[in-house]
């Protein structure tokens, strides 16, 4: 089930905008170690919707998207996922011009199916500098985070009915 909840916090030290949290989680009927393994290669990044590859530099990976407004380009950086004791961690992070600087952590944890079959939760939180002065707003960032976690499902549970 999809909960998308925008949290803005405010910061006590300088008068600089609010940053915006917003959180998206998901089941996926997959365990979360084969869930895990699809965000450990290149093409993690082509499960965001919306997204086209411009090109490769530093490490970071140079996208294209089509905003409401106007097309945006943006510099990501992906962490591939990381276990814990309870779950798998990835974090990645955007930038560009008339975007808020957004950082990421995607965490996938271990959740019984109602048939008692492994499955996984997947939680995102999306933190960003905020939305004024940007081509992004929370609605259309809430549709792209759910639109992600729904491809991740997607490939998730396609690989697991093929094994």
């Given at each position: 089930m999809l909960q998308p909840v925008t949290e803005p916090t405010a910061n006590a030290q300088a008068p600089q905008p609010a940053a915006t949290r917003t959180r998206v989680s998901r089941h996926i009927e997959a365990d979360p170690t084969s869930t895990a393994l699809?965000?450990?290669?290149p093409t993690a990044i082509d499960l965001w919707p919306g997204l086209r590859r411009v090109a490769e530099v530093s490490g970071r990976v140079v996208v294209e998207?089509?905003?409401?407004?106007?097309?945006?380009?943006?510099?990501?950086?992906?962490?591939?996922?990381?276990?814990?004791?309870?779950?798998?961690?990835?974090?990645f992070e955007w930038a560009g011009p008339g975007l808020p600087a957004t950082s990421a952590e995607l965490t996938l944890s271990f959740e019984a199916a109602a048939d008692g079959a492994s499955g996984t939760l997947a939680?995102?939180?999306?933190?960003?500098?905020?939305?004024?002065?940007?081509?992004?707003?929370?609605p259309t960032l809430t549709a792209m985070a759910e639109g992600f976690l729904a491809n991740l499902a997607h490939a998730a549970e396609s690989r697991n009915r093929a094994a």
């Amino acid at each position: 089930m999809l909960q998308p909840v925008t949290e803005p916090t405010a910061n006590a030290q300088a008068p600089q905008p609010a940053a915006t949290r917003t959180r998206v989680s998901r089941h996926i009927e997959a365990d979360p170690t084969s869930t895990a393994l699809l965000l450990t290669g290149p093409t993690a990044i082509d499960l965001w919707p919306g997204l086209r590859r411009v090109a490769e530099v530093s490490g970071r990976v140079v996208v294209e998207t089509d905003l409401p407004e106007r097309p945006a380009a943006a510099s990501v950086r992906a962490l591939p996922p990381q276990r814990t004791p309870t779950a798998y961690v990835t974090r990645f992070e955007w930038a560009g011009p008339g975007l808020p600087a957004t950082s990421a952590e995607l965490t996938l944890s271990f959740e019984a199916a109602a048939d008692g079959a492994s499955g996984t939760l997947a939680e995102l939180l999306l933190t960003g500098s905020g939305f004024s002065g940007t081509v992004l707003d929370e609605p259309t960032l809430t549709a792209m985070a759910e639109g992600f976690l729904a491809n991740l499902a997607h490939a998730a549970e396609s690989r697991n009915r093929a094994a």
